[in-house]
């Protein structure tokens, strides 16, 4: 790909950096009522068949994607103009998602702030180690990579995890504001789930919510995992970390069909949307269609997205991730280089 221009894509950009109302009313509208309308047909078909209910709990799931993207288009401040706007939506689509607004939103900003830079990582990103951290660390700290790492582990129990678990809890030094805020989401996924399982029988509640939480909770990790762990990635030393390459190198092309581009709020265009996150996700595809700079990053399609799941470690010396097998195979190498055996 050709030399990123450090300054020429501002000016194109900007244009798209402005949220326009009407398109994020009518993203709203064509969002939360499918959403809810398929909650309610799968309560409905309860009583007639268990496959009836999923037929309407898996776009459910699905759909609640679509959902978290308008509370990350709010977290960047980029689905309304308004502040209290984008802080009220954000809210009430934290509820929906399990997501404390203020509290992801500040991990989420260092995540874009830090994303590929070896020597920031650790907050909001995929935890990834290089090939010499790897193996020089202790026996425990390897099992919990490799464990973390799995991908049963990373896509089964990880949405458990994070979505019920991590986000229930504040985070360190967190402020009055981000503190209330977490404390106002747990309560609200209490009296919500409380209410439904009044009304409707905890049974059923679960047997709806939970295929729902599981499709849009793996499904939302393996995007965020696809979006920066893939064979031609980015990652530098703080001193040569630059953040253009990081956006247009280390952040993925996500080439789905259309129909998925529109129920994941075009979050495939993940290289425009580190460039600049202030666009809304409904300009992503435009602008990525403005300059040919932004068309030539290496893209991926569905197929080829899922050899990702064999990139465990980054290789410094190659610039690009390597699997564990590849990996046992430079250790053998570094055993022989230093013992001569």
């Not at 009296?191 to 599981?214: D, E, H, T």
Request: proline share 4%; aromatic share 18%; charged share 20%.
């Amino acid at each position: 790909m050709t030399s990123p221009d450090k300054g020429g894509w501002r000016k194109e950009i900007a244009p798209y950096e402005k949220p326009r109302m009407k398109h994020s009313v009518w993203q709203l509208i064509n969002t939360m009522v499918p959403f809810f309308l398929l909650w309610f047909f799968a309560y409905w078909s309860l009583s007639f068949s268990y496959w009836l209910t999923l037929v309407f709990a898996i776009p459910a799931g699905v759909f609640l994607i679509r959902v978290f993207i308008i509370f990350h288009d709010c977290c960047h401040k980029s689905f309304f103009r308004s502040k209290l706007a984008n802080e009220i939506v954000g809210t009430i689509t934290g509820i929906l998602t399990f997501c404390p607004y203020y509290q992801w939103r500040h991990s989420h900003s260092v995540h874009h702030a830090t994303s590929g830079n070896l020597t920031k990582r650790g907050v909001g990103d995929i935890w990834t180690l290089t090939v010499n951290e790897y193996l020089d660390a202790p026996p425990l700290r390897r099992l919990a990579y490799r464990l973390y790492r799995n991908p049963f582990i990373m896509f089964g129990l990880g949405p458990i995890y994070i979505f019920l678990i991590d986000y229930r809890f504040n985070r360190k030094r967190a402020g009055l504001r981000e503190r209330f805020n977490t404390y106002l989401t747990n309560f609200a996924l209490v009296a919500i789930g409380g209410l439904l399982c009044w009304l409707l029988g905890w049974q059923s509640y679960v047997l709806i919510q939970a295929p729902i939480f599981f499709v849009s909770g793996a499904s939302g990790i393996w995007l965020f995992y696809v979006q920066h762990q893939f064979e031609e990635g980015y990652y530098e030393q703080d001193e040569n970390w630059d953040y253009v390459k990081a956006a247009l190198q280390g952040s993925s092309y996500y080439r789905l069909p259309r129909i998925l581009h529109w129920l994941t709020g075009n979050i495939g265009f993940h290289h425009i949307h580190h460039l600049s996150p202030r666009v809304p996700n409904y300009y992503l595809e435009s602008v990525h269609n403005k300059n040919r700079m932004f068309q030539e990053v290496e893209g991926i399609t569905l197929l080829s997205s899922l050899k990702s799941l064999k990139f465990r470690i980054w290789d410094e010396t190659t610039k690009d991730f390597i699997s564990f097998k590849e990996l046992k195979r430079l250790a053998a190498e570094r055993k022989l280089q230093t013992t001569g055996v």
